[in-house]
């Protein structure tokens, strides 16, 4: 049994390795699939033939593009995706420099939402039907239909315009304190929070029900057992496959919910390099944010793809 | 849903009323939407201006009403285009079958691994942003999801007797596709148009809030929430307004699918 799980991990695995390689292919080929010269769309009608010249060397433009496709791919394996076409800094440390800020806001936001999605969705499974339920299937369905933006700009006029408990906008700069995490990371990770809290609820309110309507539940209330001791050691633990699967799917979510909080709020992480980067078209730097992000899209949902094989030993079988 | 009858009517009238004002937007805005009004910069609601004035105190309703023909009508257009392509391929897979199904199956499935932003991004920064390439990106973003319904709906009729007397009678396979499958799957299909539309529309309108959708002086939904961002501090209405604008379209959107075709499921 271990080793067909092993294998199954395997194959996995070297799934997410192909699709990663996919993925880098179709980045490369969108980039490069302009007609005519990228160089000179770039730097405009304008540009000097010198600079036109200099910009299409910086880009390799001079090599055939199936070579350029393996120099590329072999960089990007070592972690050397090239230098920013705008400031000629190193892509890498431009990175570098700002993923542990992006890397603090995910965590917290998943610190904060992970919980409060789990008790929701349980406490909806547990009272399916009730007052409590609908309003949270609705707030759900609410907040997954409304762009991200609307989210974060309702929270500002609700917490720091009308109630004045936070500063509209605030810069990461100093920290001191706890005082100082509240007022930077509040509305940013509350605005984060409602995304992933609204996914997560709705599955893992859809997971413990499933466990819930199984026939050893309905034995062990026939039995007379207490509400609470079937819901935490006869539903939960059967369900907890399922509910990783939520999380971790869930959280694939952040990826794009940070690209507008991060612009919305000015805060100094990837995604907000990543922007810059498209509005300036600075290629390199967005084909190296690009592979970060589906890189972590990718753990994600695989992590997601395996607690669910893991927990389900039906899905071994395919 | 049969207890809340007068209620049914609301979401489908809305969805009807933003689709109008893509053609009726401009005539009935009550001043010219670029025209600089005389008034503050981000008024409040008044009676002279109902939704209140943004940042060169021009009239946001006029602006919402205008912008409409940019968010409807390009999230229309690159739904038709995703469903169409979507419905096509998934018909051919279902009906020729075999190698074509798995290796067309394959690599739109490997398409829908990269994340619906980052693909919009990738394509903005290697393209520019014009309305062509906005639609046909968007477009090309939603055929893998159009695709996977199609086909799961499809290879389930292509089972049926039906589909199997058609072949048997020496019928085509384009006969088979169009004249046996598709009457046979317009419900869900139908379903998933709506909410691919969803999709859309938020993806498009975030691209236009990061400035690198609908580009000025053109302005859509989104477009209107970045230029008036600066306002956001002092509460001007002018921020909230056009996402409410994008909220009530996709909120009725989806309810409307839910009155007609019953449960919807999924997320972004």
């Given at each position: ?33 302009l007609p005519g010269d990228v160089a000179q769309e770039l730097l405009g009608q304008s540009a000097t033939p010198e600079a036109v010249a200099g910009l299409r060397k910086a880009l390799g433009l001079d090599v055939p593009p199936l070579q350029r496709y393996f120099q590329w791919l072999g960089h990007l394996v070592q972690g050397d995706p090239g230098r920013s076409l705008v400031n000629q800094m190193p892509v890498a440390g431009l990175i570098g420099s700002r993923l542990g800020n992006s890397l603090l806001l995910a965590g917290i936001t998943a610190l904060v939402a992970v ?204 | ?263 919807r499921q999924g997320g972004h």
């Open positions: 049994m271990n080793g067909l799980i092993g294998r199954l991990l395997l194959q996995r695995l070297i799934a997410a390795i192909a699709t990663l390689w996919f993925v880098a292919t179709a980045v490369f080929v969108i980039t490069n699939l919980p409060v999605a789990l008790l929701l969705g349980i406490a909806a499974a547990v009272w399916r039907g009730s007052v409590f339920d609908r309003i949270i299937g609705a707030g759900t369905i609410l907040i997954v239909s409304v762009p991200e933006f609307l989210v974060a700009s309702a929270a500002v006029l609700i917490f720091a315009v009308h109630l004045k408990w936070v500063p509209a906008l605030s810069q990461l700069g100093r920290i001191d304190g706890i005082a100082d995490v509240i007022r930077v990371f509040a509305l940013p990770v509350f605005t984060l929070s409602c995304v992933i809290v609204a996914q997560m609820a709705r599955m893992t309110r859809a997971a413990l029900i499933d466990a819930l309507s199984s026939s050893y539940v309905e034995m062990a209330v026939l039995k007379g057992a207490s509400p609470g001791r079937i819901i935490l050691t006869h539903a939960l633990p059967n369900a907890v496959g399922p509910i990783a699967n939520a999380i971790a799917f869930s959280l694939s979510f952040l990826l794009g919910g940070v690209i507008i909080v991060e612009t919305i709020f000015n805060y100094p992480g990837i995604a907000k390099l990543m922007v810059d980067g498209v509005a300036t078209r600075d290629l390199p730097l967005v084909q190296a944010c690009a592979m970060l992000f589906c890189g972590a899209y990718l753990i994600l949902v695989t992590l997601a793809d395996i607690a669910a094989i893991v927990a389900n030993p039906r899905l071994r079988h395919q | 849903m049969r207890r809340r009858q007068p209620l049914r009517w609301i979401a489908p009238a809305i969805v009807i009323f933003w689709l109008a004002m893509t053609v009726l937007g401009p005539v009935i805005a009550p001043y010219d939407p670029t025209a600089i009004q005389d008034a503050d910069l981000f008024e409040g609601l008044s009676r002279t201006y109902l939704l209140g004035t943004d940042y060169f105190g021009r009239d946001m309703l006029s602006r919402i009403l205008a912008g409409a023909r940019y968010t409807v009508g390009i999230a229309l257009v690159s739904t038709l285009l995703a469903a169409g392509t979507g419905l096509l391929l998934g018909l051919a897979a279902s009906a020729i079958g075999g190698a074509f199904d798995m290796a067309l199956s394959r690599f739109l499935d490997a398409l829908i691994s990269i994340p619906s932003k980052m693909f919009g991004l990738v394509v903005v920064a290697a393209f520019g942003s014009s309305m062509p390439v906005l639609i046909v990106t968007l477009a090309v973003i939603y055929v893998p999801g159009c695709y996977r319904i199609v086909r799961s709906v499809a290879v389930n009729v292509a089972a049926l007797d039906f589909v199997t007397v058609a072949r048997a009678r020496g019928e085509g396979t384009f006969y088979v596709m169009l004249r046996e499958i598709l009457p046979n799957m317009i419900g869900p299909v139908l379903a998933d148009f709506g909410l691919r539309f969803i999709y859309v529309v938020l993806l498009l309108s975030s691209l236009s809030f990061l400035g690198l959708g609908v580009q000025p002086p053109e302005a859509d939904w989104g477009s209107l929430v970045r230029e008036n961002i600066g306002g956001l501090a002092e509460g001007a209405p002018a921020v909230i307004t056009p996402a409410l604008a994008i909220a009530s379209l996709t909120i009725a959107v989806n309810l409307t699918i839910d009155g007609f075709f019953g449960h």
